[in-house]
């Protein structure tokens, strides 16, 4: 009996079990549930969460995430998702604040793959960002920028009108650039001069990296950039120099903006032998590399009793690496003007979506381990240009006549005075002896003759002076007659200093070089 009634006992026991497991997977089913609902809600609401790269939880990046989703679900009207991705991206690059570092979309990565092949459509300069200013950092030789008369240091304000105002250097070139035979406005400033309009028209630029000359018995190569196969160009004009039994060579990178380092180091090693610094690569941490030549050392650069380096404010970049390593290893003189001063180098990343970012990644120094970031190259033999390479930008619609006081009445006399026409007092008045002046390059010109300058005897004395200074390449002249004659070095400056009385050259915070300015094109 009692095993009767212990069996009846146990038979309630196990079904009070069983009903209690069921329950507990109901609550624990409702739990799931409420969570699932209450994540959404959250989710809905634009709470800040952490984002998942990789196997990383990146809580860095919930603010951006946080911004991304709020815009592209409450904003008013639709959004292009890529566009705010791409905007964000370079936004990150310039908060960098490096002139040199930028993230290019696909348009503009096929921009900058033209500009180190040689060939593209536009004027042909070079453009940098300092702060929020986009510079001139060198235009080309034989372009039209440099025949309209952009100089280093120029500021762009504007182009067509539209103020350049927060562009960055790629969004700037962009709007530069445009099919040959059209016409661009660059409203420029230069130095603290006020600003003026220069209309430039676009052609294909196709830059002959490297050209070759004897001039008076001397051979004179210049190197206008350092691009695919500049070194090979290079090679056969050493070549040439040799074959001409020239014995003084002038290495010319006379606005020569920079380009390709592996470029520069193969150029290098043509005067130097195998395994020898021509520079070091130095990173974030201070560790250095050393970067050598590999080659044999072309022979013909033997030939040569003297090389000359001829540089100058325009000079950046790679042709200081070139300078700078030569400087080091070899007797070669260095002449011209400062250089520019860059001492950092790019580096390029391509996505897959053929986007490129650019960026700065290492610092670069000579073999003596200088760095000439914002000092630049100083040269031997300092050789100024005269004054007239130095004039203000004058426009055709401004109007300059007698009585008046301008800042840009001096250059009118600098340039009336290098034409022939004779000026005796040097200064801002527009005085009776101008007037004069500018009614004889009037009646000379065919143009009325009212003493007055505007419209076309603006232009026109513009031009007179730009084809003046390419037809007589001062600095070259001036070390082509130091090598030719018995005069000194200190002679050959005073003859340069000579004939630059009147307006000085522009020094470098005129030029905005300094680290703390460029923290602003290529």
Do not use: C
């Amino acid at each position: 009996m009692s095993e009767e009634n212990n069996d009846k006992n146990v038979q309630p026991k196990l079904r009070s079990v069983q009903m209690n497991i069921f329950w507990f997977i109901v609550i624990i089913l409702t739990t799931i549930i409420a969570s699932v609902v209450i994540t959404a809600i959250s989710i809905s609401n634009n709470q800040e969460r952490a984002v998942n790269v990789g196997t990383d939880t990146r809580t860095e990046f919930a603010k951006l995430y946080s911004v991304y989703d709020t815009l592209t679900e409450n904003y008013y009207e639709d959004v292009d998702s890529d566009a705010l991705i791409e905007s964000s991206i370079k936004g990150m690059v310039e908060g960098l604040e490096d002139p040199y570092s930028e993230y290019m979309n696909i348009d503009e990565t096929g921009e900058f793959e033209e500009s180190i092949t040689g060939d593209f459509e536009g004027i042909g300069a070079e453009v940098m960002q300092e702060g929020s200013k986009i510079i001139i950092s060198s235009p080309m030789k034989g372009s039209p920028a440099e025949q309209a008369g952009i100089e280093p240091g120029d500021q762009i304000l504007a182009v067509d009108g539209e103020s350049l105002e927060g562009m960055t250097t790629t969004e700037a070139v962009q709007l530069i650039r445009g099919e040959k035979g059209t016409n661009v406005v660059l409203t420029i400033q230069r130095g603290g001069g006020s600003p003026s309009d220069i209309a430039i028209t676009r052609d294909t630029i196709h830059i002959d990296s490297v050209t070759y000359e004897k001039v008076d018995g001397v051979g004179h190569i210049s190197v206008n950039r350092f691009q695919q196969g500049t070194t090979d160009e290079f090679s056969k004009f050493i070549d040439q120099a040799a074959e001409d039994d020239v014995k003084e060579l002038i290495v010319d990178f006379r606005y020569n903006p920079g380009g390709l380092l592996n470029e520069a180091v193969t150029l290098i090693n043509q005067f130097i032998e195998p395994d020898t610094a021509a520079l070091y690569l130095e990173d974030n941490t201070g560790a250095q590399q050393e970067i050598v030549t590999e080659s044999e050392k072309n022979p013909n650069t033997e030939s040569f009793d003297e090389v000359y380096i001829l540089i100058n404010e325009g000079s950046a970049s790679a042709s200081e690496v070139f300078a700078g390593a030569l400087d080091d290893l070899t007797d070669v003189t260095i002449a011209g003007t400062t250089s520019f001063g860059k001492g950092v180098v790019q580096r390029t990343s391509e996505f897959k979506d053929n986007s490129m970012l650019k960026y700065t990644n290492t610092k670069w120094l000579t073999p003596d381990k200088t760095w000439v970031q914002d000092e630049g190259i100083a040269p031997d033999i300092e050789l100024i240009n005269p004054d007239y390479y130095r004039i203000q930008l004058l426009t055709e619609d401004e109007v300059f006549a007698e009585g008046q006081t301008n800042e840009k009445v001096l250059s009118i006399k600098v340039a009336l005075d290098e034409l022939g026409y004779d000026i005796t007092k040097f200064d801002d008045n527009f005085d009776a002896g101008l007037t004069q002046a500018v009614t004889a390059y009037q009646t000379d010109k065919n143009l009325e003759a009212d003493g007055i300058v505007t419209g076309e005897t603006t232009t026109g004395m513009l031009s007179d002076i730009r084809e003046q200074i390419n037809d007589n390449d001062a600095q070259l002249n001036y070390l082509i007659d130091y090598i030719n004659s018995d005069m000194s070095i200190k002679e050959i400056e005073q003859k340069a200093r000579d004939n630059a009385p009147h307006i000085p050259p522009v020094i470098e915070d005129e030029q905005n070089l300094n680290n703390d300015e460029e923290n602003e094109e290529e």
